[in-house]
C-alpha cells in the first residue's frame, strides 16, 4: 500500500521550530521579490515539490485527499484537525469508510487549531500576513492537476479547507475569505 | 499547507527555487537574512548573550527536536559539534530530493554570518553525506582546526570509517565567518 505521505521521515512529527523558517521564507521573498512573486513561489511549489501528491489524489481521488491530510496533520505538532468527507445526500461524516469514491462530494478539513500559527504566536513571532494565503495557492496547484480544487475559509488559526471537483465549483476562490494572520 | 514534517524536503526545493529568480547570491541573502536573521534569531540571542554555553543550549535542543546523530564537545575556547547523522540532509537522501547543487551550504549560510556577529568564527567541513563537524572559536582565536580526534576523541567523526568513502568531494571553510568562504 502506497503511503499517503510521499516524503517520509523517520521521527513521526516534525519539528515544531521549522514553521519559523516557513513564515520567515514568505516574508523573505515578499520583500525581496514582491507580493506576486510570492503567490508564484506558493504555487510552483504545489505544482512541482508537490507533484507526488498530485499524483496521489488523480489516481485516488476524495479518497485520497482524505488520507493525505488525515496523515500530514498527525505529523505536525499541535494540529487539531478533524477530516470529514461528504457524500451525497448526507452531512460532513467523519466515519470514513476509505476505498469507494463514486458517492463523495468533497472532502472538508476543518482546522480547529493550525500548528503553525499556534506555534509562532506562542513563541512571539511576527506573522506574516499573508501567511494562511498559501494554503490555497499551494493546494490549489497542487490539487488541479488532479481534477480538484480548493475554497478555504477563514484563517489566523482556525479555519474550513474545502476540497472539491473542479466541476462542483460553482465560484472561484474570494481571497477576501482568507483572514490576515497575525 | 506545507508543513514542518518534511520542511527539509520543501525548504531545499525552495533554494534552487530562489537560485532561479535571483541567482546565488540572493540564497545566500536568504540564508543570511531570513533563516540567520528571522527564523534563527533565537540562536543568535542565545549565542550573543552567553557564548558558547548558549551554543549548547541552542542545539541541544534543536537538534534533540530533529532527532539528529551528534556528539556536542565543550573546550575552554571551543564548542564542536560532530555530527555523525544529519537529520535534514538524511531526510532528502532517503527521499531522494536534490533540487540544490549544495544543500550543506546552507548551514554555515546561516551560522556563518551569525557567528560574526556574536564574535565567534567557524572551522567547518561536510562530507555532502549527512556528517559534517565544526568548532567555533572567538574570532580573535587563531588556533586552527584540531587534528582528528584531539578534542572529540572517539567521537570525532573524521575517524569514521565512512567519512572519507564518499564519491563527492568534502567542503572545507577555515575561520570563516561566509559560506563564500569555502575552500
Redesign the interface.
Known amino acids: 500500500m502506497i503511503h499517503p505521505?510521499?516524503?517520509?521521515?523517520?521521527?513521526p512529527?516534525?519539528?515544531?521550530?521549522?514553521?519559523?523558517?516557513?513564515?520567515?521564507?514568505f516574508?523573505?521573498?515578499r520583500k525581496?521579490?514582491g507580493e506576486e512573486?510570492l503567490k508564484t513561489?506558493w504555487s510552483?511549489?504545489g505544482r512541482?515539490?508537490m507533484a507526488p501528491v498530485t499524483q496521489q489524489w488523480k489516481h485516488g481521488g476524495l479518497s485520497a485527499i482524505a488520507e493525505y491530510w488525515q496523515a500530514?496533520f498527525a505529523?505536525?505538532?499541535g494540529a487539531e484537525v478533524e477530516v470529514n468527507v461528504v457524500e451525497r445526500g448526507e452531512g460532513p461524516s467523519s466515519q470514513m469508510s476509505l476505498g469507494v469514491d463514486s458517492k463523495r462530494l468533497a472532502v472538508i478539513l476543518e482546522v480547529r487549531t493550525?500548528?503553525?500559527i499556534r506555534h509562532l504566536r506562542g513563541?512571539g513571532r511576527d506573522i506574516d500576513p499573508g501567511f494562511c494565503q498559501?494554503?490555497y495557492y499551494?493546494?490549489e496547484a497542487a490539487a488541479l492537476p488532479a481534477g480538484f480544487t480548493v475554497r478555504v475559509q477563514g484563517g489566523n488559526g482556525s479555519c474550513r479547507q474545502t476540497f472539491l471537483p473542479r466541476e462542483q465549483a460553482e465560484d472561484p476562490q474570494d481571497l477576501h475569505d482568507i483572514r490576515e494572520a497575525s | 499547507?506545507?508543513?514542518?514534517?518534511?520542511?527539509c524536503?520543501?525548504?531545499e526545493?525552495?533554494f534552487e527555487?530562489?537560485r532561479q529568480?535571483?541567482g546565488d547570491s540572493?540564497v545566500n541573502?536568504?540564508w543570511e537574512?531570513?533563516?540567520g536573521g528571522?527564523?534563527?534569531r533565537?540562536a543568535s540571542d542565545l549565542i550573543k548573550e552567553k557564548g558558547f554555553a548558549g551554543m549548547a543550549a541552542y542545539w541541544a535542543h534543536?537538534l534533540a527536536?530533529?532527532?539528529a546523530g551528534y556528539v556536542a564537545t565543550k573546550n575552554p575556547g571551543a564548542f564542536r559539534i560532530d555530527m555523525h547523522d544529519c537529520?535534514s540532509k538524511?531526510?532528502l537522501l532517503?527521499?531522494h530530493?536534490e533540487q540544490y547543487h549544495d544543500y550543506c551550504d546552507h548551514c554555515i549560510g546561516w551560522i556563518g554570518p551569525m557567528m560574526k556577529e556574536a564574535g565567534f568564527h567557524v572551522h567547518h567541513e561536510h562530507n555532502h553525506c549527512g556528517q559534517c563537524w565544526w568548532e567555533f572559536r572567538k574570532i580573535t582565536d587563531p588556533t586552527p582546526a584540531s587534528e582528528a580526534g584531539t578534542l572529540a576523541g572517539e567521537n570525532d567523526v573524521r575517524l569514521q570509517t565512512d567519512w572519507s568513502s564518499q564519491a563527492k568531494p568534502k567542503d572545507k571553510f577555515d575561520a570563516a565567518t561566509s559560506v563564500q568562504e569555502k575552500k
Open positions: 505521505l510521499p516524503y517520509q521521515d523517520q521521527k512529527l516534525g519539528a515544531a521550530d521549522f514553521y519559523f523558517a516557513i513564515n520567515a521564507t516574508r523573505f521573498i525581496t521579490l512573486a513561489y510552483d511549489l512541482t515539490y500530514f505529523a505536525e505538532p493550525c500548528p503553525a513563541n498559501h494554503c499551494v493546494s | 499547507m506545507i508543513g514542518c514534517y518534511d520542511f524536503g520543501h525548504y526545493w525552495t527555487w530562489l529568480h535571483g540572493l541573502k536568504f537574512e531570513a533563516i528571522d527564523s534563527q533565537h534543536t527536536e530533529e532527532g537529520p538524511g531526510f532517503r527521499n530530493l
